[in-house]
């Protein structure tokens, strides 16, 4: 690809056997009528606020339990849902009030939270309620979901608490010190993380700056971006191997014999980050870069033999564990729809066949393995697609981020391609559409 592809109209056909039309009235019907319904039977908290997502497939709760991901998480994605589809004040409601019980109930200090409470706020008592605890993600989320809200409210101090709480992570992170890389197997048990540099703290801070640069001029904020790109481009990425190491040490060189090791999943998620940010600084050349790197993850990844996509672990050398089995044996609900994501995203813009087709392949297998009765798709499936329950998480556990994420960026991709009649949507170059 390049700038040339990106600034020529071209008409796109007909995806996934539907009119752009039709696959749009399909994922609205998925959204409104069957997705949103299911979380207010039981899981909103009508009382008090906030989301409860230990949840019976009824809809009723099975536990109480209101973890610090999920709140700020509902926070972003009712208050994105407020922000681009009709500013239906229900839903901004459900978005304040879910703030407002977080700061209320989960707020520490100096940008903290608690990561756990019961249904009435009080804290569940483990280690994983301290709050100077290593937990980058939670602290992200709450920025991007305050940011988010920000946007809807113009409340200052949504925008505030966002920018505390980042910082907050990323003091914690920049610590040589820091405890909050996780193996998920992929290295030996002895192996010490700390300190490690993650590609997706990197993917969750760009994601989180690109939606907030979108309203705001922060030249500091600006910098900040631009750094975790690069770590993304050109520090988690291995040249000569064509992978994105997902763990590095703090000094950024590599984990010794696990040069060849990566999370698939993490990095087509970061790839569409980065592909977003680019639309958004018009940047042509990164956002082609970005678009061929994930389909390089993606190709890597798939399990040809039994359709879907291994998101947990990949290498590119052969070796005692690294056989398919291993690579192929958690396909995650959310790592197909980070694939159409960044999928609708790369046809939007360039109108590549090859981004058609795999989404379509992709979006067959996701529904096949993932969908319900419900319509809150399942965690995981085996090898085979039986259910799976992904080790540490509750079976019990559904999903409010990923999915409804994919529903409505796919939306809003269809809605721009319908408004320019079913022609690539514009790249809007700058600076010539260099990379930055």
Known sequence: MNAELLTGRKSLGNIAGMTFEALREDYRHRYFDRYLPFWERGAYDTERGGFMCYLNDDGSVDDDEKPLWFQARAVFIYAMLHNNFGQDSKYLEMAVRTRDFMVRHMRADNGLWYQRVHGDGRLKGDIYDDATGEWFYGWIYVAEGFAELYRATGDRHDLDMALESMHAALKAYDDPAYDGAWNYGGYPDNLSLRGARVQSHSMVIVALLT????????????????????????????PELGVANENLHHDFSRLEGHEDYMQPGHSVETMWVVLIEAVRTGNAGLFNQAASRFRRYLELGWDYGFEGFGDMHFWLFDGPGRDRDTMYSVKSMWSHTELLIGLMHIYEYTGEN??????????????KAFDTDYGVWRQAVDRFGNDRKRETY???????????????LNLLSLDRIIANGGITTPFPLKDGGRPA
Request: glycine letters at 4%; charged letters at 30%; proline letters at 2%.
């Open 354 to 367: 090859w981004a058609r087709e795999w989404y379509e392949r992709v979006r067959s297998y996701a529904q």
């Open 211 to 238: 939606r907030l640069l979108s309203h705001i001029h922060d030249n500091g904020l600006e910098d900040i971006q631009a750094e975790h790109i690069d770590q993304i481009m050109n520090r988690f990425y291995h």
């Open 394 to 408: 509750s079976a019990k556990r559904k999903g409010n981020y990923h999915y409804p994420r994919y529903l409505m």
